[in-house]
């Protein structure tokens, strides 16, 4: 009978002994509303319609990505940039940001030819990460 119970507890132990991923991370309702940005050119900016972004050299700021749910801190990072129409996306990554809630940060005075420029995204917390491809665009006027 000990033995019974001795050998009990070690197949508790076994089939306790399993990796269990911490967290969860859900991104099939994540969005941007609205979904793309135009972006002229510094040059091409209202004088008075733009004073204030033009006074404070503002970057172009996008709404933060809704539908997102999982364990904080959930970590942002810009996967991949596409350019068409005579951009170059290697030039708009490099000087493209993304901050903590999901918002794209772009420079007022920017290098970036134009074009039509989609980015994908990758979003991770602790044991788990999912790439949300094309999933905003931006054009460079």
């Keep these: 009978m ?4 001795i050998y009990l507890i070690c ?3 076994l089939v ?6 911490v967290g969860y991370l859900e991104t099939e309702n994540a969005e941007y509303m609205p ?5 002229p050119q510094i040059g091409e900016l209202d004088e008075i ?17 809704q539908g997102i749910e999982g364990t904080a801190p959930l970590i942002y990072t810009i996967e991949e940039v596409t350019a068409t129409e005579g951009g170059d996306a290697v030039m708009f990554k490099q000087e493209l940001s ?3 809630n999901g918002s794209f940060y772009y420079p007022l005075e920017h290098k970036a ?12 917390n602790e044991g788990y990460s999912h790439v949300l491809k094309d999933v905003y665009t931006f054009i460079v006027k």
């Design 11 to 13: 197949v508790v132990f």
């Design 35 to 39: 979904d793309y940005m135009e972006i």
């Design 98 to 100: 993304i901050i903590g």
């Design 49 to 65: 319609a733009d004073a204030q972004r033009i006074k404070n050299n503002a970057p172009w700021v996008t709404q933060p990505i």
């Design 16 to 21: 306790a002994c399993n990796d269990v991923t």
């Design 2 to 5: 000990r033995g019974y119970f």
């Design 113 to 124: 030819p134009a074009g039509k420029y989609v980015v994908s995204i990758r979003i991770t």
